[in-house]
């Protein structure tokens, strides 16, 4: 009897040995099959491009004050003008060769015809606004386009018009050269970026639905190469952004009858909405690891050191610890799913009165693949309580972005003119939080990426929209070479 029993307990473990034999195998496996789906980098590519004189370029940009204000009347659009005849003036072999049309005034589309009609043109997307800024803290004086230390200072050298720069710094390196394009290039830089681009990017997007074009390629800002972010990752990381989240602010209403707060009702309209809003708290959106989000750990996996390679490679079996891990970070939470922010409550307007109508908001910014219908239904779902109205706020929503492909020629294009410009550099698609003015070409374009070839490492990021925005040279340069090499590879 004891021996029989003996012989089951053997084998048992030998059963649970074998079973483990085989999973260490099978993740082992899957680990040494994760390999590298980075570009090669090839031979590095440079251009002679003048530095200093760059530098002073841009400097000279950056003192023109093109605020962007929510009020269009508020806009000094003496300041836009005179950033346009600057650009013209340091430019004068684009203009000589591109034809420059201004549309609603202040944006301007730049067309670089290409020998060859039958190939798709190419988008280079960027903004001439700014956004306002708060004086306190500048090493340099925000305007100043102050040159010291490397870097070129002030509002815009990164955020947009270090970008707008490049672009014609490109150009007119590639004209002297004696480059011509086979595939035709259109600069596109609008002027409202920050408060939405409707008058900028979004009429010359009407106007080249007009036109009846669709463009191979759109590049606009958005991402930019990081270092650090990711654990087990030493090297910097060019994050393309492929598709954009939506935006959704939901008025949440309960109504009741008001009166003094010496004799209360068991639940105040406050208390309703409280119970609504933690119930949405409490049961956020379902966390969905599909699209930039898995492209994110597809491509920067393999790059990880050990063990993070080996639990990103077996994601059948680690799945639910790395979601797990994701979700308790804000900023990875909200890249795998749908967030919900409470922004504003409001009940009565006196201690002792009790509310006739309670109004709380809820911000949503909503993953690529749900909708504002859905997101609308799953929040009046999650609080299930016919005494709370869900409604839409009246400034608007919008929905999420479509995902451009990471298989198209022209991700893989984008790809390799980072990595032969930068070969330092991963590549990882990645999703982005905020709208930018691509938003308005997405019915041009099927393939739109959001890039912008700047290294902001660390807190570098604090200084976009924030104090002593500046540019490092070194990294503008790099931004340059990065366009003339975009526009010579796409232009085959
Ligand atoms: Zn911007």
């Known amino acids: 009897m ?30 040494a099959m994760f390999t590298s789906k980075q570009v090669a980098a090839g031979k590095q590519v440079t251009f002679a491009i003048d530095a ?25 659009y003496s300041q836009f003008k005179g950033l346009q005849e600057y650009i013209e003036k340091s430019f004068p072999l684009v203009h000589a060769t591109l034809e420059k049309k201004v549309i609603n005034n202040y944006a301007l589309l730049y067309t670089w015809k290409g020998s060859d009609p039958s190939l798709k043109p190419i988008l280079l997307l960027g903004h001439q606004d700014v956004v306002p800024v708060a004086p306190e803290g500048w090493k340099h004086e925000p305007f100043s386009g102050d040159i010291a230390d490397g870097y070129v200072w002030g509002r815009g050298t990164l955020d947009d018009k270090g970008c707008v720069l490049n672009i014609m710094e490109a150009a007119e390196y590639l004209i002297k050269d004696g480059f011509k394009p086979t595939r035709s290039i259109y600069f596109a830089f609008g002027f409202d970026e920050e408060i939405d681009g409707m008058q900028g990017a979004g009429k010359i997007g009407e106007y080249l639905k007009a036109q009846n074009l669709q463009f191979e390629f759109a590049v606009d800002e958005g991402m930019l190469i990081t270092k650090g972010a990711v654990p087990g990752v030493k090297q910097p990381a060019a994050l393309i952004g492929i598709a954009q989240k939506g935006y959704l602010s939901l008025e949440l209403i309960a109504d009741s009858t008001g009166g003094h707060s010496s004799m209360p009702p068991k639940q105040t309209a406050v208390g309703v909405l409280a119970a609504a809003v933690d119930k949405l708290e409490m049961n956020p959106f379902p966390i969905r690891m599909t699209g930039p989000a898995a ?6 996996g393999p790059e990880m050191a050990f063990p993070y390679n080996m639990l990103f490679a077996n994601m059948w079996l680690f799945g639910p610890v790395i979601e797990g891990q994701l979700a308790a970070s804000n900023a990875t939470n909200a890249l795998i799913r749908t967030s919900t ?6 009940g009565s307007n ?13 911000n949503f910014r909503i993953l690529p693949g749900e909708s504002v219908r859905s997101t ?12 709370v109205k869900v409604q839409p706020i009246a400034s608007g929503s919008s929905e999420p972005s479509p995902v451009s492909p990471t298989d198209a020629w022209s991700y893989k294009t984008l790809s390799k003119t980072i990595r032969e410009v930068m070969p ?12 930018t003015d691509c938003g308005h070409y997405e019915a041009l374009c099927p393939n739109i990426y959001r890039f912008l070839p700047q290294r902001l490492y660390g807190d570098d990021i604090d200084m976009l929209h924030g104090t002593n925005e500046k540019i490092a040279i070194s990294s503008y340069v790099e931004g340059i070479s990065y366009y ?9």
């Not at 779902?381 to 016919?386: G, L, S, Y």
């Open 341 to 346: 922010a409470p922004t504003m409550f409001q």
């Open 484 to 492: 003339a090499q975009l526009m010579k590879n796409f232009s085959q």
């Open 424 to 435: 330092d550099v991963l590549i990882a698609p990645m999703l982005v939080m905020a709208g």
């Open 376 to 387: 609308q239904d799953r929040v009046t779902q999650v609080i299930n309580d016919p005494r």
């Open 295 to 300: 492209g994110f750990f597809e491509y920067l």
């Open 52 to 76: 200093d004189k760059a530098a002073e370029r841009l400097s000279g940009a950056i003192k023109f004050k093109t605020i962007s204000n929510i009020d269009y009347d508020k806009f000094d």
């Open 2 to 31: 004891a021996k029989k029993k003996m012989k089951k307990w053997v084998i048992a473990v030998l059963a649970i040995v074998a079973i483990l034999v085989v999973l260490v195998a099978v993740i082992a496996i899957k680990t």
């Open 350 to 362: 006196k201690d002792n009165v009790l509310p006739a109508k309670a109004v709380a908001v809820v």
